[in-house]
């Protein structure tokens, strides 16, 4: 059996770690690659770390950063944030990413999932997912949340992985932040509507959100930041918590 993912997230603004609930309200929450290094040496499975304002700011990633946090550390390396084309991601991998992560631009150019899966792997591509409940319906925001779609979650799902996507990171802009739990209810659709892994981000405020995320959720992995930087709940811990409940989890020897 696969084994569950823990994957901590930093949320880049300004060359620093942020955190905020419902995606605003954002407070500094530490040093990116002292992070990093942190919980790559606490067991973490992967690291996610995604330039918040980039897209926004209509910029490119912030190159040097990644390569020092990829100096950091030796585990599965994901970024996101204003990647648009072959070049940006080839720009990226070259400094210490091992997969990309793409929201906006996908959904501006669907198109753009297809080129990355054919000239990278599927394995390399990530395809964001920031859902909010609209008048009854799942909706896909771009833009770091900031911007409806017209896209319908589930059916934006299984579009990407038609285009060649290797993983969808669905993020309840619902929960996040609130610690209130996942969206399980929501990541169960998804994840029962597409055959790639779904990485389940979102509401994490205790190591029971995480075990729901994987039994209710049917989440491929958990991704959290705030109860992470601010040493609520340790990855050690939770993935001792987790193999309590039998769920197959890699624990460091």
Not at 67 to 96: E, H
């Amino acid at each position: 059996m696969l084994t569950k993912r823990i994957i901590p997230c930093l949320d880049i603004k300004n060359g620093r770690t942020v955190k905020g609930v419902n995606f605003v309200d954002l407070r500094d929450a530490g040093d990116p690659v002292e992070l990093a290094a942190i919980y790559a040496a606490e067991g973490a499975d992967e690291l996610v770390f995604l330039d918040i304002t980039a897209t926004v700011e209509k910029r490119k990633t912030l190159i040097e950063l990644v390569k020092r946090v990829a100096s950091q550390i030796n585990i599965p390396f994901t970024v996101g944030g204003g990647i648009s084309s072959i070049a940006d991601v080839s720009a990226l991998l070259n400094a210490g990413a091992d997969k990309i992560s793409i929201n906006s631009s996908a959904v501006m150019r669907p198109e753009l999932v297809t080129e990355l899966a054919g000239e990278f792997g599927s394995q390399c591509v990530v395809v964001a997912i920031d859902s909010r409940f609209v008048e009854g319906e799942h909706i896909v925001h771009v833009s770091g949340g900031r911007t409806a779609t017209e896209r319908r979650t589930l059916l934006w799902a299984k579009e990407v992985e038609e285009r060649g996507a290797g993983e969808i990171l669905l993020t309840s802009m619902d929960h996040d932040g609130t610690k209130a739990g996942f969206a399980n209810e929501l990541t169960a659709k998804v994840s029962g509507s597409v055959s790639i892994p779904v990485i389940a981000s979102g509401g994490a405020g205790n190591q029971e959100h995480f075990l729901d995320s994987f039994t209710i959720g049917l989440a491929d992995a958990a991704l959290a930041a705030s109860i992470f930087h601010f040493k609520e709940v340790s990855i050690p811990d939770l993935k001792n918590y987790l193999k309590g409940y039998n769920i197959p989890v890699r624990i460091e020897k």
